[in-house]
Each structure stands twice: as C-alpha cells, then as structure tokens.
C-alpha cells in the first residue's frame, strides 16, 4: 500500500468557560470516539486523536503541526462543546491539507428524563458545529461536512471515502510524471498549463528523451526475461504463435524487456506515471504497450500520446482506489454504437488498457500496428466485465481545471475477431445521447482515467480538495441544466479569483 505511513488528525474544538470537569469529558469522549472510528474497521486509515484545542494558540499551534508532519494526510474537526470561531482562523489561515468536519454527536439520541443543564453544557455540536462552519465559510476554506452519527456505516463510510481521496491528495503533491515525446502533434484537449497544474494539483511533469531509457531496455539480461515470461504464462493465456519456440515468441521477449527496463527507470527517476508517444521510438523494437498495460495494474499512471494529465489522473484514482476490488485503467473513446436506448461507445486504445478490469483471463497477442512507427507489438487482450463505473477527466479551460465525471454502465460487448485490443463497452448516463452530448459540451477529453471501484463521492472530494471545476454527468443530469451550470461556473470562477 501507497499510504501505509499516513494517518488522519482527529481535532476537537471546545473552551474552557465550563470548566475543568467539562474539558476532561470533552477529551474522554473524543477519544472514545476515535477509538471506535478506528475499531469499525471501515476506514483506510489510522485516525490519531490529537486533543482538545481551547484557544487560538492550541488551533493554530494544532494545525500548523499536521501541516509540518508528512505522515498526516488531513485533519478531522468536530466541536463538542460551543468552540468560538474566531479562535479558529490562525490556524485555518495557514492550513492547505485537507479538512473534513465531522457533524455528529457524542451521544445517539437525547436521553430525555436525565437530561440537565450540565449535559447541555458539555453536549453542544448542534450548535458548536454551526459556528465552526461558518467561519470556514466565511474564509472560503475547501472542506468536506459529513452529518452523522459516529457509529453508523453511512458516516463510516464517508469518512473512509474522503480519506482514500486524502491518500492520493498525498501522493499528487509529490507526484512526478515521466513523458516520452511531447504531446501528439496538435491535439489540444491533452495539452495544458503544466506550471498551474503543478501549483494547482501538485503535479510535477518532465520530459525524458527516449533514447535516455533506451540503455535500460537494453541492459536487460535473457535470465530476467526468462523469469517474466514464467510470470505471464502464470497469469495469462498466450495465442498458438506466441509461446515459447513460435514464430512471434521473441516479440513478447522484447516486451518484457520493455517492461523491466521502463519500471527501473521509473524507480530510478521516482516517477509513478509517464506518457508514451509512437512517434518517438528510436531505439525501441515496439511501442511500449504491453509494458504499459503491465505497469498500469501496478499503479503506475498512464497516458498515450503525451497525455500527462490522463497520466496523473490514473495514478490519482489508482491511489484512490487501492484495496478495493474491480480495478481501474487508461481508456479511450473508440468508436460508437447506436442501438436506440442501448446506444453505446467501445473504450479501447491501440494497446494500453489496464488488465484489472479483465472479465476473462487476458491473452497475449503480437500483430503488426501501423500507425507511426510502432510496428509490430505484443499487447494484452481482453474485454472488461460488466458492471457500472466512473469515467473521468481533466481538462485545461485556460482560466481554470475543469474535471468533468461520468457514470456509465460497462455492458457485455460482443467478440471482435480481427480487432485484437482490449476494450471496454460501455453507455454513459443517463444514456448515450445525453452523456456523450454533455461530455462534448463540457469540453472533455476523448481519453479517460475510468474506475470501477470509485464513486461520483471521491472524485467530487478531490475536486474539492483540489479547489477545481467538478461537472458530474449521472441521472440527473439533463442537457438544459448541464448547459446552464457550465454558465454559471463560467462566472463564478471568473468571480472566484477576484474574491481571493
Ligand atoms: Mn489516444
């Protein structure tokens, strides 16, 4: 796992106008609370109880700790007495990792006959958490309110969702992406501003000539081929032509030189994604497709002809995602099918989809692709299985990151004989018609970040932690209000930066 060393700060607000008695409670409970947070084993991370903070100099002293501190991935609020929030904005001031407050009650229900003024002096979220948000509003702070009981999943479960965002929050901030060749000639919707995506995102995206790896596919020795041929034939079937002693063995061989060569690479420039470009091969026997596919399920980001914002968007799902079932991979819109209400898009690419979201055993291919110069390639083919997911995307609208999320039912396709790629098929919500219309409308890209095991919910708490456009395709959506959110967000955003 990517975050094993990370924790979550569990902060809680309170003051000393009740009293000592008061704050040993506020501190007994809390601590409760993040025991049993931690005991529901539902959340992917430890949650530290920090104390209590009664003045201005614990708050700011508080956050200005889990800022310094790499190990904490963003910090948990509640307010269990009355916590007056002027007292919270030096420490909001300078804060930049995440914030969740936690709207929830130490206890469940009233306990109507007992209840007295001293249970009221100590039990006061339904208020305290009022103030509390407002002065995070009143400084337009990025924050995620959960409104819950502690105990219930639901909030478990929202809590664990943020948290998975917080851990590839983490990992952006220090994520470095690797290109092979520039963007492909004039394509615009993968190009972008890599400083704001760096100052915005985190991002950090070098170039690295082609001929720099070359060395390290080369130094791969015939033993350590040997061993990851054993590997594949482990996991996956191979076609008649080819297994070992066949025609076109020796392509999957230059594959998994490909393979090792590009993850030493990586590893040495400690970069966790890159971009691939088939104009820019000299010195490469294939496109690194299979490699790609490979590193994919790895967590390795990925993006085809120099789409490093896909790249990173992949990694950051990856992350996101890690641990639960399904998988996640690099997609492309292929080619579309109208069938009335089952109208649907085959996802697919050259050669680079993740093998995760495999419904069948993957089986390794070689065939010529002629296109650029990547000549003859060995590629992992496969359909995805069926089930409903998230397709998304970020795009550079010149003043702002827009992220556009689309949730779409991935659906049984049928064989394709003389189309040997992996694809996915799938129909976008609400359907075809309106999903690929608002997509369109919004600009998106026709390559895609898409995931089985992540929510509109995590993705809709990255864009809130990153402080970015969010337009979510799902049901509900119609084109009309699709249309007239995109104006109004023209205008906030236009508004937004004069405000800060
Ligand atoms: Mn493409």
Known sequence: ??????????????????????????????????????????????????????????????????????????????????????????????????????????????????????????????????????????????????????????????????????????????????????????????????????????YHVDNAPIATLVPYVNAVTEKEIDDLIGEYEKHYDFAADCKKGAEKHQYVRDAAAQEIGLRRFLEDKKAKAFTTSFDELEGMKQLMGFASQRLMAEGYGFGAEGDWKTAALVRTMWVMGQGLPCGQSFLEDYTLNFAGENSSILQAHMLEINPEIAANKPRIEVHFLGIGNARTCARLVFQAHPGEGIAATIVDMGNRFRMIVNRVDVIEPQPLPKLPVACALWKPQPNFEIGAGAWILAGGTHHSSFSYSLTVEHMEDYAEIADVELLVIDNNTTIRNFKQDIRNNEMYYLLNKSLQ
């Open 1 to 202: 796992m990517e975050y094993k060393n990370l924790e979550i700060w569990f902060l809680t607000g309170a003051q000393l106008l009740y009293g000592g008695d008061a704050v040993v409670a506020v501190d007994t409970h809390s601590n409760e609370i993040v025991k049993g947070l931690n005991a529901s084993g539902k959340l992917p991370l430890k949650v530290i109880y920090k104390g209590t903070a009664n003045s201005s100099a614990e708050v700011a002293k508080a956050f200005a700790d889990a800022g310094n501190d790499d190990k904490c991935a963003g910090v948990i609020t509640w307010m269990h007495t009355f916590s007056p929030a002027k007292m919270w904005i030096q420490g909001l001031k300078n804060y930049k990792k995440p914030l969740l407050h936690l709207h929830t009650q130490y206890n469940e229900q009233i306990p109507w006959s007992e209840i007295d003024m001293d249970f009221m002096n100590l039990n006061q979220s339904a208020h305290g958490d009022r103030e509390f948000g407002h002065i995070v509003s009143r400084m337009r702070k990025p924050r995620k309110v959960v409104v819950g009981y502690w105990k219930d999943a639901v909030t478990q479960d929202k809590i664990a969702t943020w948290m998975r965002v917080c851990t590839a929050w983490a990992d952006a901030q220090s994520l470095r992406i690797i290109r092979f060749g520039d963007n492909m000639n004039n394509v615009a919707v993968t190009d972008g501003d890599k400083v704001e995506a760096e100052i915005r995102l985190g």
